[in-house]
């Protein structure tokens, strides 16, 4: 019994060698197929890497020779044009970008944001033929004429020439500063400072900074005043939105290479530029608030119109990127129509904050209404994509009047020019992917109603500044002690001495730190004594509820340009 056992037992030893073996032999072969695919797809990895940066740099390129080919003379991106409306995330305040693709944004348009294809039609064979139109538009190709018509060509070769003839400028302004230093960012010397400091109280140097103060950028919008004269001259309220909308897009054309932030305002700083005699128009801008960051800006021109604001700015970090969402409407007035018109600004994206070359790009939509004549003008601004067959800083969009019938479509890019074409006829076309009907505008060829000055030689050394820029922190006589001209940091950092730039940066936000404390000392003390506080007051400006978009806005009281006068700065508090 006990020997059958064990003939068993090694019977059965001998029947089970062959499975394990065979076992073994497959752990070995998987082991070998498993190192030898991970070798695969590490090499499929590496290889779609270099595909995609192969394909960047491509488009990188081709972008760059779409950009010369649109710069050479005869040649016009808009005259025949496609635009339809895009997915994604939302515009301006309202809106997120979206994460799910690192490189490319997409944004949502606004819900009655038109779709709509422009086909250029010849005045010469034009009939119209209204029986299988819908909606035709009434305008005739006859009126379409450029000597006649308001609609004349914006360019200029130099900042210094001005629209009207009647006004020269009375003094000659710099064309240059002091180059910009070759100065390396030292990450260290930011950390060090750091080092057990609350984080609202880090002080960034001006290494990140330009030479200017936000209140100077603000004042940048009026680089192409000459529109807003133009659209004074206007009799239809249409025609005049057209200028309107140029204006609103040529703002932008100063951020394309101005990656460096402005210094950010002390409260209660001021800015004057004061052009009367040269343009027409002067200008003044002061910090009304802190925390939130505000700015109220007033410009009023003795050749017809009147402009104001306040801005706030919010701004969210996304990591690769920064979104600047500027809050607040935009007033502007003719002085003998009494038009009225309102619109609001874009969000701007600050890409590669962490690695990379810094650029910046401009998306959303603006929507500009006349609240006297009722007429509307919708502005897409197309976000940048390295795959989109766009032109890059595509801006379009359609003037309509108060029943929503359209006359005109708007073209071109934010960095550029922008282009107006009369709309002879209009019909529905086909049904778009997103289940919109797109409109189809017969156009007659368009106008170049804004074009961008060329910037000034060695702009590159000069912080990318344009003609306007390099005078905005020019040194002036009788300015306000509180003029950010007067700002010893940036007058330092403009000189090209950023070491004691940032120490004189440094002993002004403690020192403004220190009135903030007074301030709120004040109040806890009026609190416990059951009085009213009524915290920092304006200089020049006032809060009222604005009576077009019921907002409480800070707008001009008076009082500065007679205090200029008469050089009385007595109320003007000592910030610098």
């Not at 017969?442 to 003609?467: C, G, H, I, R």
């Not at 809060?543 to 109320?571: F, H």
Request: glycine share 6%; proline share 5%.
């Amino acid at each position: 019994m006990t020997s059958s056992r064990a003939a068993r037992a090694v019977l059965g030893a001998d029947v089970s060698l062959p499975p394990l073996q065979a076992c073994r032999d497959f752990l070995d072969l998987a082991e070998t197929h498993s190192r030898k695919w991970q070798r695969a797809l590490q090499y499929e990895r590496e290889q779609r890497i270099r595909l995609e940066e192969t394909i960047e740099q491509l488009a990188k390129q081709h972008n760059s020779l779409e950009r010369a080919c649109r710069g050479a003379p005869g040649l016009s991106s808009s005259s025949t044009g496609i635009t339809s409306t895009a997915k994604g995330s939302v515009q301006s305040a309202k809106g997120e970008a979206s994460d799910e693709d690192e490189e490319t944004e997409y944004f949502d348009a606004m819900e009655d944001a038109p779709a709509f294809i422009t086909v250029t039609a010849d005045p010469k064979h034009h009939r119209r033929s209204g029986s299988n139109l819908s909606g035709a538009s009434e305008g005739h190709p006859e009126d379409w004429n450029l000597e006649d018509s308001v609609f004349e060509s914006s360019n200029q070769s130099s900042y210094n020439e001005s629209t009207c003839k009647d006004l020269l400028p009375k003094k000659r302004r710099r064309t240059r500063i002091p180059d910009k230093p070759n100065y390396s960012l030292n990450l260290w010397s930011i950390m060090k400072n750091c080092i057990g400091k609350e984080l609202s109280k880090i002080p960034m140097p001006v290494n990140f900074n330009e030479p200017l103060s936000m209140l100077q950028r603000l004042t940048e919008d009026l680089e192409y005043h000459e529109l807003l004269d133009k659209a004074v001259k206007c009799e239809s309220s249409t025609e005049q939105m057209c200028f309107v909308a140029a204006f609103s897009v040529s703002s932008y054309s100063t951020t394309v290479h101005r990656t460096a932030k402005p210094f950010n305002p002390l409260l209660g700083e001021t800015y004057e530029l004061d052009r009367l005699e040269e343009f027409g128009f002067r200008s003044l801008c002061e910090q009304v608030s802190h925390h939130p960051p505000a700015a109220a800006h007033h410009v009023y021109s003795r050749r017809g119109w009147t402009l104001w604001q306040e801005i706030t700015i919010a701004s969210k970090f996304r990591g690769k990127y920064l979104s600047i969402m500027p809050l607040g409407a935009i007033h502007l007035e003719f002085h003998s129509s009494g038009n009225h018109y309102v619109w609001r600004k874009v969000t701007s994206t600050v890409h590669n904050i962490i690695v990379g070359k810094l650029w910046i790009d401009q998306s959303g939509e603006i929507e500009i209404v006349n609240h006297k004549s009722k007429d509307k003008c919708q502005l897409k601004f197309t976000p940048y994509s390295y795959f989109s067959r766009d032109v890059p800083r595509k801006v379009t969009g359609v003037v309509s009047d108060a029943d929503g019938k359209a006359h005109y479509v708007m073209s071109g890019t934010w960095d550029e020019k922008m282009e107006c074409s009369k709309i002879v006829q209009s019909s529905h076309g086909s049904t778009s992917t997103e289940g919109k009907q797109k409109t189809v505008y017969q156009t007659l060829s368009p106008k170049v109603l804004w074009k961008k000055y060329p910037l000034p030689e060695n702009a590159e050394n000069m912080y990318f500044f344009s003609d306007l820029a390099l005078t905005l922190n020019e040194p002036e006589e009788r300015v306000a002690p509180t003029d950010s001209r007067l700002r010893p940091d940036q007058r330092l950092m403009e000189s090209g001495r950023w070491d004691e730039a940032n120490v004189e940066k440094q002993r002004l936000e403690e020192k403004q730190r220190a009135v903030r404390r007074r301030r709120e000392a004040e109040a806890a003390e009026a609190l416990e004594e059951g009085k009213d506080y009524e915290g920092y007051i304006p200089l020049w400006f006032e809060r009222k509820v604005d009576a077009v978009t019921g907002e409480l806005i800070c707008v001009y009281k008076g009082g500065y340009w007679e205090a200029k006068d008469k050089q009385d700065w007595s109320v003007c508090p000592d910030i610098f």
